[in-house]
T-cell receptor, first 114, second 112 residues
Framework: KAGVTQTPRYLIKTRGQQVTLSCSPI?????VSWYQQTPGQGLQFLFE???????NKGNFPGRFSGRQFSNSRSEMNVSTLELGDSALYLC?????????????FGDGTRLSIL | DAKTTQPPSMDCAEGRAANLPCNHS???????VYWYRQIHSQGPQYIIH???NNETNEMASLIITEDRKSSTLILPHATLRDTAVYYC?????????????FGKGTRLSVIA
């Protein structure tokens, strides 16, 4: 069974640009969460989508947004990129929103802002 | 979510059992204990989770004390590929999918 797939694996952008990252969850998984990992802040929750609706949101500015499609695939977008947005962006999927459902992570997209 | 305390680093000889402790003294009744690990340049990998009973799967065993204030992750026969940062996470389980809150974890080094 294929795992969580994130594309692209690496991305270089400049300040002020915008970027879209993609995540394909494990087949049959309907919940998708996004996390940001930086050396200073560690792993931090961005948002969660289920049934094409945002269900949870972390403490990030509105420049960070996402969406989920009917096939459960998800994208996240960051607008007006800042140097501090350089990070590893991780997507995790789980079967549904029930109790005791572990989240399974992809290997992330490493975003570098110049 | 309850906070967890883990040692920052541990060493283990290859082939021996690795016992990684986690303290979660403020855990409440509806909180599960989850373990993940992250190998360099990869995403976190789910290992195991439990509520109050001990759990075992093909990767590891999870031992939770009777008062649920601490737990131990056991890798029965550590290999070099088990070198990673291990995260113990306490996660409230209510209706819905609560986010995982990662701390700094324990850096396990398996030594040949």
């Amino acid at each position: 069974k294929a795992g969580v797939t994130q594309t692209p694996r690496y991305l270089i952008k400049t300040r002020g640009q915008q970027v879209t990252l993609s995540c394909s969850p494990i087949s049959g998984h309907r919940s998708v969460s996004w996390y940001q990992q930086t050396p200073g802040q560690g792993l931090q929750f961005l948002f969660e989508y289920f049934s094409e609706t945002q269900r949870n949101k972390g403490n990030f500015p509105g420049r960070f947004s996402g969406r989920q499609f009917s096939n459960s695939r998800s994208e996240m977008n960051v607008s007006t990129l800042e140097l501090g947005d350089s990070a590893l962006y991780l997507c995790a999927s789980s079967l549904d929103r029930g109790r005791g459902q572990p989240q399974h992570f992809g290997d992330g997209t490493r975003l570098s802002i110049l | 979510d309850a906070k967890t305390t883990q040692p920052p680093s541990m060493d283990c000889a290859e082939g021996r059992a690795a016992n990684l402790p986690c303290n979660h003294s403020t855990i409440s009744g509806n909180e599960y204990v989850y373990w993940y690990r992250q190998i360099h340049s990869q995403g976190p990998q789910y290992i195991i989770h439990g509520l109050k009973n001990n759990e075992t799967n093909e990767m590891a065993s999870l031992i939770i004390t009777e008062d649920r204030k601490s737990s131990t992750l056991i890798l029965p026969h550590a290999t070099l590929r088990d070198t990673a940062v291990y995260y113990c996470i306490v996660r409230v389980e209510v209706r819905g999918n609560t986010p995982l809150v990662f701390g700094k974890g324990t850096r396990l080094s398996v030594i040949a």
